[in-house]
């Protein structure tokens, strides 16, 4: 039978809260811009986008499921509760670290592009309808990533995994603070035009209240065939009939062939090693990690100034490196067997040396490259991360996305689903671009799923949302953690930081910042050419996105860190 989500939550935030007391109450060593207060438990840890679906997962694992068990119910249960950030409707990159091989496997969910396309008449519609309706939808890869995972790895009955998130659909999800701005947000698109995304989200036309419950029944419709049938539940039948409709009336491309040819892929990790770490990311069509490995390693025998990776020096040093890196990343990645080989030849000692030696220069004395203006749900992009540890060891590290904020901007009637514009994440202006856009081809993301190795230890398991901003979030915590030896709860909550590359609507590299970057480095960023920008206080989340994470422990426990940026909630038992 469902779980009951609310009696869930409520069980689960008395009996595991009370088990890990001393750890959620534990001091961080220093005042940090956002507390991150990390939560230690003995056998397994969920760290989820919204409370009821972390406590969702906690329960699958007490009931006898695994890591990907949980994986399945954690991912759709985020779905109903965050319709603004990921859902049946987009895509999946999911990394499964399987302790008793102690191998990494991927599973690579990523939207894909209708067969009818006609790449040159697609290319010439406006920037509008490559972000917004039914001509922006890919064919989405969330449910066929789900599936696979569980069919090669899962414990329990599929149906089982995926009954919690059909109750919370049916009984309503809370709506939070944050989630109440999420929606706000989007107020333009929820009333924009499309009948069926306004009767979910806007009950009576208004914003829904903080504490409010939202139901979709058509969704838990569509569960139930999912749950009844797999993956035809979804890409065949009913479902699919309905998409593929609502799509051709909207001037979409999507077939029916499309849907019940979509298979989601299981392929290997990309690798690096880094001052005794291995870093293994999501690869290509995976962007984030094509763009902040490269620093990394570039930075791997640099002699970072004494002090915090926040000084004048060292934030300069790392933008002047993130922007060469960021302009090779967006040549070199897309949906391309080429792109893996380019990928690590990027990580070459030779091409390490050539970032390096671009780098060298001043940020003002540099030739401005522009990147393509192409997709703006790089910059403005909807997404969220959470993570999974087991009793066994297992450990899921998975991002799932719409692209921009409730995607397209559409439900397909009856379905209860929002609907990608991942169309938006494609490349329209260089043919030449692995990016570019073409039947089949699975737009590029800067999603960074990351597990972090220690010898042949499992170290910790990270990643977060924020479209361009995930490369550079990831960038930051990674060398505070790895380089500064710091936590990874000051790690995650200090002063968020990003480095803004040219586009067509400015020339200038920019950097942004939370309010708390310390007044005397905004002055000495400015003095060395850089434009700086404090665009939110810290922790509001809107602009920077939340990191999560699960770190095991020495003693075989986990602890988990959720950012309090988003509406994250660790739990653990």
């Known amino acids: 039978m469902p779980m ?25 060593a220093r005042a940090m811009p956002v507390d991150v207060m990390p939560v230690t438990a003995p056998s397994g840890m969920v760290v989820a986008a919204h409370p009821q679906a972390a406590a969702i997962g906690v329960e699958v694992l007490k009931r006898g499921g695994n890591a990907i068990d949980a994986a399945v119910a954690i991912s759709l249960a985020v779905g109903v509760a965050e319709p603004y950030g990921s859902g049946l409707g987009g895509k999946l990159m999911l990394l499964y670290y399987e302790a008793k091989t102690k191998k990494v496997f991927v599973v690579d969910g990523m939207d894909a592009c ?6 040159e008449g697609y290319r010439k519609l406006s920037a509008e309808a490559h972000s917004y309706g039914y001509s922006s939808v890919c064919v989405p890869g969330l449910a ?13 009955k599929w149906a089982d995994d995926v009954a919690p998130a059909i109750g919370l659909a049916r009984e309503g999800f809370e709506i939070l603070p944050k989630s109440r701005d999420m929606f706000d947000e989007q107020l333009a698109k929820l009333r924009r035009g499309d009948t069926e995304l306004a ?24 569960m139930e065939l999912l749950a009844r049938r797999g993956r035809d539940g979804f890409y065949r039948g009913e479902v699919a009939e309905k998409i593929v409709a609502a799509s051709q009336r909207g001037g979409g491309v999507l077939t029916l062939d499309d849907l019940a040819r979509y298979e989601a892929r299981i392929t290997e990790p990309v690798a690096m090693d880094f001052r005794g770490y291995r870093l293994v990311c999501a690869p290509p069509p995976a962007l ?48 391309a067997g080429a792109s893996r080989e380019a990928m690590e030849k990027f990580l070459s000692p030779d091409s390490i040396r050539s970032l390096r030696e671009q780098a060298s220069a001043p940020v003002t004395a540099k030739k401005t490259v522009q990147l393509d203006a192409d997709a703006p749900s790089e910059i403005l992009g909807s997404t969220t991360h959470w993570l999974v540890a ?26 209860g689903v929002v609907l990608n514009d991942t169309m938006s994440d494609f490349t329209f202006s260089d043919q030449r671009n692995p990016n570019f856009v073409a039947p089949g081809r699975r737009p590029r993301s800067t999603l960074s799923p990351t597990i972090v190795f220690r010898g042949d230890r499992l170290a910790f398991a990270i990643g977060v949302p924020g479209g361009a901003r995930i490369t550079t979030a990831m960038l930051q915590v990674l060398l505070d953690r790895l380089a500064f030896g710091r936590p990874l709860a000051e790690a995650i909550g200090d002063t ?20 708390s ?16 920008t404090l665009p939110e206080e810290p922790g509001r989340g809107r602009h920077f996105g939340g990191i999560n994470a699960i770190e095991l422990n020495a003693d075989g426990s986990w602890t988990g860190y959720a950012d309090p940026r988003r509406t994250n909630l660790a739990i653990g038992y």
Request: aromatic share 6%.
């Open 496 to 515: 968020r930081v990003h480095f803004v590359a040219s586009t067509a609507q400015t020339k200038v590299v920019s950097f942004e910042a939370e309010t």
């Open 288 to 335: 984030g990690p094509a763009i902040f490995l490269p620093v990394l390693k570039a930075l791997e025998n640099e002699n970072l100034s004494g002090g915090p990776l926040r000084s004048v020096m060292n934030l300069d040093l790392l933008g002047r490196f993130w922007s060469v890196a960021d302009v090779q990343g967006h040549r070199l990645i897309g949906d």
């Open 390 to 415: 087991d009793a066994q060891g297992n450990i899921v590290c998975a991002t799932q996305s719409q692209s921009l904020h409730f995607g397209a901007g559409v439900v397909a009637p009856g379905t």
């Open 4 to 28: 009951k989500p609310f009696f869930v939550l409520s069980l689960l935030l008395g009996r595991t809260l009370l088990a890990v007391t001393v750890a959620v109450l534990a001091a961080i």
């Open 144 to 156: 066929a990533g789900l599936w696979a995972a569980h069919q090669n790895w899962g414990v329990q």
């Open 199 to 222: 009767r979910l989200y806007l009950p009576g036309g208004e914003l829904p209240a903080v504490g409010a419950r939202l139901k979709n029944e058509d969704l838990a419709h569509t």
């Open 114 to 119: 209708g067969s009818a396309l006609d790449p």
């Open 517 to 532: 970057l310390p007044a005397e480095l905004g002055e000495g960023l400015r003095a060395r050419g850089w434009k700086v």
